[in-house]
């Protein structure tokens, strides 16, 4: 088991500065995988960073790497330790219920982070801290609408989707926000077809390779990431086809530097840094009593070429 | 029709079942879309399925010999991610070697424990196929790898380049499988492959090195990913961890589905080659024609079992038979 703690040194800061009123909260984390994709990797450092930078906190950093059985070992090991708040990121949104419930029965309030559980968990999590992926499926629609009335093309533009793996949440909700808002501010412009990238280059390459021979006109392409827009973009720039707008989600590394190129339209911002702090923050709200709304969303703007110097590239 | 004339036919169709079924789904697919048999299409799809063929070429010999890969899709996310993150670091004329010795080391290793201790083939890769995928994993820190300057290298040439109109990832699968082709029919090597997959303690008494044959055919293989690795890389300049993901058991499938015995000791080069085609051509035309994908799943699964059929059909002169 991989197990890391990040310990905050707080008496002696708190007796210098005469702070001497704010408790040490004691909060552990189990993530889904760290190390299996950079976006993990890196909330896992900023967790650790954020959580150094509070002198109030103290934390246990457990991942449970994408096995549920394991997870629910450590929901225990940290029920038994005792710590005030658990920080999960479920490794599976059902599974994981019944070791929610436990530490909720326990006295241990449990945030999720990143990934709801399933409903039925709900009574059991003081609250939920993430990317609000309807919201980000609406905001690409409106970054693809708004392109298409600067071009003129808003009343014939036809586009083509590609989302996430079937059966994924995040895939589905990407999708629903992107089709629930479209046809709202721009209701002329014509979806095509929809068909699954599964979050990778290469199937998104493929499956815009398709689109390109399938449809003389393709005016834009809405991928559930910016791996899969990437993706596509390969497949037309290879086929030779300009002028297609591509917007994406989730703004990868790869996505803001076809960006700086001009060939990439947009994306969402949505960063693990902000997410990692969402979390912390959440928990920490919690432990002081305050007001925490159940689904509490960090924000992911929309980020262009227009506005892309408002951010840092991403690190993964 | 004469007699000799029927007989040609249907022994021409007995051995090449699975080439009808090919014909047939693809004038299937014509007729369900016009697009289908464009020139740009057909390219593009023999082109992406180039990957999935130069690996598949290689399972074929390990198959033959009576033994099963499935590290491939690890191995060729290995061989990715290795090329693409030694390419910013020691320059891709030194990278491309490098990649293709760690990676033959990687088929060295599975070739000795399969070939000399004579362990299970199966345990053995499957094993190597989760070890390998943490090897990744702890090579690249879990981040994805890209190439920072891809405007100035001339790597994108094995993924993106064109000779003579043709892709050269069709020009190396070609070659590839004209080679190994080749090797498996025409050399002794070839034979004893067979040999040892047909029989391998008879092929033993024969004098042949069983071990060293077994060792052989997991090299082929992983130099055929190392290739494949190589292609994908420099199609995209740059990889996610898991590119391989799952490709072995479409390898296998293309394998399989060319009429290669599990059991070893049968199977060509050519026939692959049209299991893989009949696989990229098969997911092509489903999004052509434009099929719910929950529905493609299915379907896939449909044809492949259709296609076994029909060359069993073949083989046995008739649709159904009481007995096999």
């Known amino acids: ?316 | 029709m004469s007699g000799s004339t029927k007989q040609r036919i249907g022994g021409f169709l007995a051995r090449q079942g699975i080439l009808v079924a090919f014909a047939l789904f693809m004038i299937g697919f014509t007729l369900a879309n016009q697009r289908f048999l464009d020139p740009d299409n057909v390219m593009g799809v023999i082109r992406s399925s180039a990957i999935l063929g130069v690996m598949a070429l290689g399972v074929t010999f390990v198959v033959i010999s009576g033994n099963l890969d499935l590290s491939v899709g690890s191995m060729m996310s290995f061989s990715t991610i290795v090329v693409l993150d030694l390419h910013d670091k020691i320059g891709p004329t030194l990278a491309i070697p490098a990649m293709f010795a760690m990676t033959l080391c990687l088929g060295a290793f599975i070739g000795f424990l399969v070939g000399y201790l004579k362990l299970n083939s199966l345990i053995v890769t499957l094993g190597m196929l989760s070890a390998i995928h943490g090897l990744t994993l702890t090579y690249s820190g879990g981040q994805n790898m890209d190439i920072a300057d891809k405007a100035n290298t001339w790597f994108g040439v094995f993924g993106q380049g064109n000779i003579v109109g043709i892709p050269v990832p069709i020009l190396l699968f070609a070659l590839l499988a004209a080679i190994l082709g080749m090797m498996l029919s025409k050399t002794p090597f070839g034979r004893k492959v067979y040999a040892v997959g047909g029989n391998g303690t008879a092929a033993t008494f024969s004098g042949i090195r069983r071990a060293r044959v077994v060792f052989s055919c997991y090299l082929i293989s992983a130099f055929c990913v190392a290739t494949a690795g190589l292609i994908q890389a420099s199609r995209s300049l740059g990889s996610q961890n898991t590119v391989g993901q799952g490709l072995e058991l479409e390898v296998l499938a293309a394998v399989i589905l060319g009429g290669a015995s599990l059991l070893g000791g049968s199977g060509t080069i050519f026939k692959t080659v049209i299991g893989v085609l009949i696989l990229g051509f098969i997911q092509n035309g489903l999004l052509l024609v434009g099929l719910q994908f929950y529905v493609q799943y299915v379907v896939t699964w449909i044809i492949i079992i259709l296609a076994v059929w029909l060359d069993i059909a073949a083989k046995r002169g008739k649709l159904w038979s009481p007995i096999a």
């Open chain 1, 1 to 316: 088991m991989k197990l890391r703690t990040a310990l905050a040194v707080t008496v002696a800061t708190a007796a210098l500065s005469g702070a001497a009123t704010a408790e040490t909260y004691k909060i552990g984390i189990t993530q889904n995988n760290v190390g299996v994709d950079s976006y993990q990797t890196t909330y896992e450092k900023a967790f650790i960073a954020a959580a150094e930078a509070n002198a109030n906190v103290e934390t246990v950093v457990l991942d449970a790497g994408g096995d549920v059985a394991r997870q629910i070992a450590q929901m225990e090991d940290l029920i038994q330790q005792e710590v005030d708040a658990i920080i999960i990121w479920p490794t599976n949104g059902e599974a994981v219920i019944p070791a929610v419930r436990k530490a909720q029965q326990a006295g241990i309030p449990v945030i999720v982070t990143n990934s709801n559980i399933a409903e039925q968990g709900f009574d059991f999590v003081a609250s939920f801290s993430g990317p609000d992926n309807i919201t980000q499926g609406a905001r690409s629609a409106e970054i693809m609408c708004e392109k298409f009335t600067e071009m003129g093309i808003q009343d014939e533009a036809q586009i083509v989707q590609i989302s996430g793996q079937p059966g994924y949440t995040t895939a589905i909700e990407r999708a629903k926000g992107f089709e629930d808002r479209l046809p709202e501010v721009c209701p002329n412009v014509t979806l095509m077809e929809t068909q699954p990238g599964d979050w990778n280059r290469e199937k998104s390459q493929k499956v815009m390779e398709a689109f390109l021979v399938k449809y003389d006109d393709i005016d834009g392409v809405y991928a559930g990431d910016d791996n899969m827009g990437v993706g596509a973009l390969n497949a037309a720039k290879a086929a030779g086809r300009e002028g297609i707008i591509f917007v994406g989600a989730t703004n990868f590394a790869v996505g803001y530097e076809a960006m700086e190129r001009g060939e990439y339209w947009g994306s969402i911002y949505q960063s693990p840094v902000d997410d990692a702090e969402a979390a912390l923050q959440t928990a920490i709200d919690v432990l002081d009593g305050k007001d925490v709304p159940f689904l509490n969303y960090f924000d992911t703007p929309k980020i262009t070429q227009d506005n892309m110097g408002d951010f840092t590239k991403p690190v993964f």
